[in-house]
């Protein structure tokens, strides 16, 4: 099992996120590093993929080598931010299947609404690791992990960039079997449910909208 929380310290996770919490980075480099990021988190996330052997011949001789069991993945990207993290997820795993789910902030409550979910079937036999660049309040997290269990997944791993100490505690309280993974944790939320420092928003940093 991963750690119920996992914050990934290395050096070039750290250094990126530097970069792109920057409000003076551009929204090129800001997508090219979300991209790069992606790839080292999703190596922490995929940690403790069941292993079995496989039988091969080496221009030596045969042997048994380790590799992932046949258990599939399926990444669930909550829109629109999501998708940041999720494309460089699909090129390290590019066999993995992809479903989405769409939850827009209420600005006033900031309680999620769903406008859209489409997602792989048999949940339930596959690893399903949901991507969200910001864990703010958590509200949107936990929804779209009780959708995704209400469709069946069961082994469900949670993967953002930044999480807040509010959100954790949401997600922890809700759902205490969904590990997280996550670059760093930050200060608090601010009255408006932005991550303080943070990076901003997500979605207008990574596609230039205001
Ligand atoms: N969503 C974001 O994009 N940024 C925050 O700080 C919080 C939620």
Known sequence: MLEHLTVVSHPLVQHKLTIMRDKGTSTAS?????REISLLLAYEVTRELPMTTRQIETPLCQMDAPAIE???????SILRAG???????????????VGFVGLYRDPESLQPVQYYCKVPDHLEDRVTIVVDPMLATGNSSVAAVDLLK???????????????????????????DVPIVTAA??????????????L???GDRMFGTK
Do not use: T, W
Request: hydrophobic content about 45%.
């Open 70 to 76: 046949g258990k599939k993945l399926a990444l669930i």
């Open 30 to 34: 800001f997508r090219q590093l979300l």
């Open 200 to 202: 901003g928003d997500a």
């Open 185 to 198: 944790v930050d200060e608090c939320l601010n009255d408006h449910g932005y991550i303080v420092p943070g």
């Open 150 to 176: 209400q469709k069946g997944a069961r082994e469900i791993r949670f993967l953002c960039l930044l999480a807040s100490p509010e959100g954790i505690a949401r997600m922890q309280a809700a759902h205490p």
């Open 83 to 97: 998708n940041g993290l999720l494309d460089g997820i699909l090129e390290l795993i590019p066999a993995a299947r």
